[in-house]
């Protein structure tokens, strides 16, 4: 039988969760332990939530939860926030970052999709906003079990006040059941000759994703350089979905 969740409810039943990641931060692309985005935006009712770790071999890191819905517009729109708590270099910081999500061009096998992304991220330390991100996901579906993804946007970085533009290309290739899926990725931000070689050097992922079920998966990704720390990282990542209701 389907299990009938309103959105409110969702929001609730995961505050102990926001609460336990905020209290255990560099953000990323908010909403995912992937930072490559999709097109992809869910039908309007849909909602999910998505938590990670990532440990570092330098001792940092990084613990998030982001609920999402999609909720009814002109275009398919999608509404989440990123909690999350972090350390790096010793120093523990706590951030939200909401994050829109909408849909400009649907798709089809050998069609591009196209989305259009804003977060703003809030440092709970400083009391300040700290960064900006836009985003256009770009997705185009190979086959039905390949996809890749293509992300170009603009980033302000109010902590050193400078501007970067931002890119990230990955590819998805699932079972044709679904229950697994291979992803890699490589993403980063445009060089100055001030910044070390770390923060200008590409970053990348590479993960594998089990899910048994429609509803639930679990991620186990590593990753090189994800923050610019120039260490290895290990994340353990997990969604759960929510259907409309009726489904």
């Not at 998805?172 to 445009?190: I, S, Y």
Request: glycine share 6%; charged share 20%; with cysteine.
């Amino acid at each position: 039988m389907a299990v009938r969740t309103r959105p409110v409810s969702i929001v609730f039943a995961t505050l102990p969760t926001i609460v336990a990641a905020m209290l255990a931060n560099e953000a990323l692309a908010a909403g995912a332990a992937y930072q490559v985005d999709t097109a992809e935006v869910s039908e309007a009712g849909a909602c999910k939530v998505e938590s990670w770790a990532s440990f570092a071999s330098n001792r940092d890191f990084v613990g998030a939860v982001s609920p999402a819905c999609s909720v009814p517009f002109v275009r398919p729109l999608e509404l989440s926030a990123q909690f999350n708590r972090s350390r790096s270099d010793g120093e523990w910081d706590t951030a939200a970052t909401p994050k829109f999500k909408i849909n400009l061009e649907s798709s089809a096998i050998g069609k591009p999709r196209v989305a259009f992304t804003g977060t703003v991220t809030y440092d709970f330390t400083t009391h300040e906003a700290t960064a900006i991100n836009l985003t256009v996901p770009v997705t185009l579906r190979l086959s039905d079990v390949v996809r890749i993804n293509v992300n170009g946007g603009w980033m302000l970085d109010r902590t050193v006040d400078r501007q970067f533009l931002t890119y990230g290309v990955g590819i998805d290739w699932r079972t044709p059941d679904n229950v697994w899926t291979l992803t890699g990725e490589v993403f980063g931000q445009t060089a100055n000759h001030a910044d070390t070689a770390s923060v200008t050097q590409p970053r990348f992922q590479a993960g594998i994703r089990w899910r048994p079920v429609d509803r639930w998966n679990f991620d186990v990704i590593y990753g090189r350089n994800i923050t610019g720390e120039n260490a290895n990282w290990v994340t353990l990542a997990t969604v759960i979905r929510f259907p409309p209701r009726g489904d």
